[in-house]
């Protein structure tokens, strides 16, 4: 058995160094994906003598991500473990080994950080955290946290395709499907060390989309088709009570006529919409 460690960057002059001489105390397999770093990164890694992976342009830390599993698809043997953590030094090295515990030891195939035991995280990061374990339906009290480990297995059964920060709810979503058996394990997280490049606002709403893309892609009929229907029944109904009125008073009531258009027209986007994500999700089934 033998531990890969993943390290996606961008922009980590700063903290790689630290990050891969404390990690190789653990392992001599470490891979540092630069994600389009315009600062001194990629130098350090070359200097560092480390397997690297270059993006020329950012990408994104879910397609980081991407590019560390594909790798240790190619590369890991059965009983091997991968651990992915940050580059701007919150997560501590020292904990690989804790991480891998639970893999270790047959408890499960994904071992996943949780920094609100061990460390005073803001509270709006637990709230957050949380909320997006509940609307995903998991147990897991740190949703969010990008310090983790998984089997050979685990990642030889993920199909990933999420290029943002969404990356950590679309991996909970395959282990979920995948029925992998999942842990959390609690990890150091200094919060006084670089915080993402990614500003908050956009972090956030990049959760979002692909949270909405996750719901809306597994059940298109649904979370589309059924607005779209009550928007087109609502507009039937409203055009014809704008046609009652207009025939009894010979007067077209203009804010029923909107209300009829509208409905109409949203329905049908809506319906449109539901139609052809529900032929994507059969034809390029998001599995």
Known sequence: MSILVGIP??????TIEEIVVKSSQYTDNILVVNDGSTDKTSAIIKELGINIVTHEKKKGYGTALQSIFNYAKET???KDILVILDSDGQHDPDDISKLCEPIQNGIADVSTGTRFELSQAPKHRKIISKAFARIMKTNLE??????RAYSSKAVEMMNLHENGWGMSLEILRET???GLPITEVPI????????HSTGALQHGSSL?????????F?????????????LLVGSLVSASFTLYL?????YLVLSWALITISCLIVGMLLAFSAILFYVMSRRFPYE
């Open 246 to 250: 207009y025939v009894t008073l010979n």
């Open 176 to 178: 979920k499907r995948l």
């Open 76 to 78: 890991m043997n059965e």
């Open 9 to 14: 960057a961008f922009n980590a002059e700063s």
């Open 188 to 195: 150091k997280c200094d919060y006084n060390k670089n915080s």
């Open 208 to 216: 979002v989309e692909s949270l909405l893309w996750l719901v809306i």
């Open 218 to 230: 597994r059940r298109p009929l649904t979370i589309l088709g059924i607005p779209a229907l009550l």
């Open 142 to 147: 740190d949703s969010q946290c990008g310090f």
